[in-house]
């Protein structure tokens, strides 16, 4: 691979084939781009449901880290944070000279320094990529702040990708940082939102409260708002809490306690807990988390007597 090539030729390895890998994967599919990938859950019960995707969207499916890391030109890294050192090293062995490994990944900082000394040793040209908010809506177009010495250079052949890649700063770290630092607030929020909102629920002040946030934060559709973050937690609690406990080792790298972060992610796991005891119905059936009132969760939380 030349930088001066036409990026659609380049062949992209999407480490992780969850839902934003699978997103990515059939907006490059639209554009005729060569795609391969390797997920985890291939080697177990889980399999089926991403071999279906792949075969739908012409995705090469591998047996491994390196073997993905071997054939692409650009790796992009979607995991859960907990796994983006570890991604790196599995990775790094058999990444292509000069290839670039985007790290969609939210780590902090720190994180995201380990693992880019691990790709830059083995030849390879490593950016992080900080992705400002929720995928879905936005698909490939998601706003993605890069960050890294060869951020730059990487720019331009994402945004041919179809992606909205901007750099923020070549100082590795710094894209994180903002990101990390933004979800201090947005996963705090969602946090905030269904535990005061739950306990509204229980004491039947649910309405006053409300009606009192429209008050206070009225370009805030409170409703839609407060039944948004439900759905989002109950299917994706366990990959924010693993976010929300490296925003906390974010704020400790910056001397402080995370006393806020750190009990976002236990609320964000204990939903997670939640779900996957089958609180909120059956996981992979339209019903799961698509309730279109916050009232009907919370509901299914206080009937567990653990709010």
């Given at each position: 691979m030349t930088l001066s090539g036409d990026p659609r030729a380049w062949t992209i390895g999407l480490i992780g084939y969850g839902e934003v890998g699978r997103?990515?994967?059939e907006d490059l599919h639209q554009l005729g781009v060569a795609v391969c990938a390797y997920d985890v859950k291939l080697e177990d019960d889980r399999a089926a449901p991403l071999q279906e995707h792949a075969a739908v969207h012409d995705v090469s499916l591998l047996d491994s880290h390196a073997a993905v890391a071997a054939r692409a030109d650009l790796i992009v890294s979607a995991v859960t944070a907990s796994q983006?050192?570890?991604?790196?090293?599995?990775?790094?062995?058999a990444v292509q000279d000069a290839a670039f490994f985007l790290d969609f990944n939210s780590a902090s900082p720190g994180a995201k320094g380990r693992a880019s000394e691990l790709i830059t040793a083995a030849g390879g040209r490593y950016v992080e990529g900080a992705v400002m908010t929720s995928v879905p809506p936005y698909r490939s177009k998601v706003p993605l702040l890069l960050g890294g010495p060869h951020a730059p250079l990487l720019e331009p052949a994402l945004n041919a990708l179809g992606f909205a890649a901007k750099t923020g700063s070549t100082e590795l770290g710094v894209a994180s940082a903002t990101k990390m630092c933004r979800s201090v607030m947005?996963?705090?929020?969602?946090?905030?939102?269904?535990?005061s909102l739950t306990t509204a629920r229980h004491y039947g002040v649910e309405d006053a409260v409300i009606?009192?946030?429209?008050?206070?934060?009225?370009?805030?559709d409170w409703e839609q708002q407060a039944?948004?973050?439900f759905q989002r937690v109950i299917e994706h609690g366990r990959r924010r809490s693993e976010e929300v406990r490296e925003v906390a080792e974010t704020v400790r790298e910056a001397g402080l306690e995370p006393?806020?972060?750190?009990g976002t992610a236990e609320r964000q796991a204990w939903m997670a807990d939640l779900a996957d005891s089958g609180v909120f119905g059956k996981r992979d059936t339209p019903s799961f988390a698509r309730a279109d009132d916050w009232r009907i969760e919370a509901d299914r939380i206080l009937d567990q007597g653990r709010a």
């Open positions: 997103i990515l994967a983006a050192v570890a991604v790196a090293q599995s990775c790094a062995p947005i996963k705090g929020l969602e946090a905030m939102v269904i535990e009606a009192s946030l429209y008050e206070t934060f009225p370009g805030i039944t948004y973050f006393w806020s972060a750190s």
